[in-house]
């Protein structure tokens, strides 16, 4: 049965621009260029601007964006990076498959995000990197992470999976660290029409590495300098999403404008916490979530009234069968296994009528009775 109201509405978002789309598309088919081409080249000079950074290097996927940036920063076999205790597991799985192994630290309960009081006790000999995670859409605390990192010489790379044009004190994300990989996954704020990521980064020689290993270690056809891979940002991909990066801006705006509706209906909702926002913070609300003890029951009750909802994330990574081997127990990281417990998604995408906004903050409260 479709919902009265979705968690997200991709179509809705492509009608708004389909002749822009349309045109996008239909230029790459005609052209007979599918990788590697001028529509790459324009997108990654326009998202680089927009990120406020000299290079962007388009890949295949989010997860190739963080592990072929580590890779970039010389992160590798024998090496450890510093991850949130609460992510995607994509951010745990890119440091794997750089060869490195994840070293949790625990979150921010108010925010979702890594902990920096936490940060230099989990640094040790091995400690290579750390990848900061801009949850949600919100910043990290980067200004100490920073310090910190580079107190240790450590490379930071951000994930901005989930945050296209928010911003950290007046700068946005992707220019705080040595490189940030972001993630154009369809739903995204800026999204593809199927996989997509890139990284972005002010280093020359870093972006120049990044280049290199996307392509099999190639910069001819003769010969692989490096134990590269295949992950290249397509040319249909680049292409709509250059023709959707003018609007990234306004749809942002629509979110926050969304949040606070959300935020002003479920002020002192018995058992619903809020999202809290920095006051140094501009998120850009690729998610909006609450906590509620009673979780999968409210989720229930909403999907009976016609309202789709998610859950971000209900197994953190390292109680994760794919980190079986490394011995994390229940209790290793409370808060994020309480977060984990009690998160819930509400419907956030820029074409939800600010009607409906409000029907799914009553129909939460309503669940609670």
Known sequence: ?????????????????????????????????YLLGPELERFERDFAAYCGVEHCVGVGSGLSAIELALRAA???P??????????FVATWLAVSRAGARPVPVDVREQT????????????????AAVVPV???????????????ARRHGLAVVEDAAQAHGARHRGRRVGGLGDAAAFSFYPSKNLGALGDGGAVVTGDAELADRLR??????????????AFGVNSRLAEIQAAALAAK???????????????????????????????????????????????????????EALAAAGIQTGIHYSVPPHL????????????????AERLAATTLSLPMYPQLDPAQCEAVAAALGRAAD
């Open 1 to 33: 049965m479709t919902p009265d109201v979705p968690f997200v509405d991709l179509g809705a978002a492509h009608a708004e621009i389909a002749a822009e789309l349309d045109e996008a598309v239909g230029r790459v088919v005609a052209s007979g260029r």
């Open 320 to 335: 994760s069968p794919a980190y079986a081997a490394d011995g994390w127990a229940e209790g290793s990281f409370p808060v």
């Open 212 to 225: 290199l290993l996307r392509n099999y270690g190639m910069r001819t056809r003769r010969e692989s300098e």
């Open 134 to 148: 801009h949850l949600r859409g919100e910043p990290a605390d980067m200004d100490p992470i920073e310090a910190i």
């Open 112 to 127: 979702y995000n890594l902990d920096p009081d936490l940060l230099e006790a989990a640094i040790g000999p091995r400690t």
């Open 74 to 76: 010389g992160v590798g």
């Open 245 to 299: 990066l003018p609007h990234l801006d306004r749809w942002n705006e629509a979110r926050a404008g969304l949040a606070g509706r959300y935020l002003a209906a479920l002020e002192g909702v018995a058992g619903v916490t809020t999202p809290l926002v920095q006051d140094w913070a501009e998120p850009v609300w690729h998610l909006f979530v609450v906590n509620v003890a009673d979780r999968d029951a409210r989720a």
């Open 78 to 87: 024998g090496d450890e990076v510093v991850v949130p205790a609460y992510t």
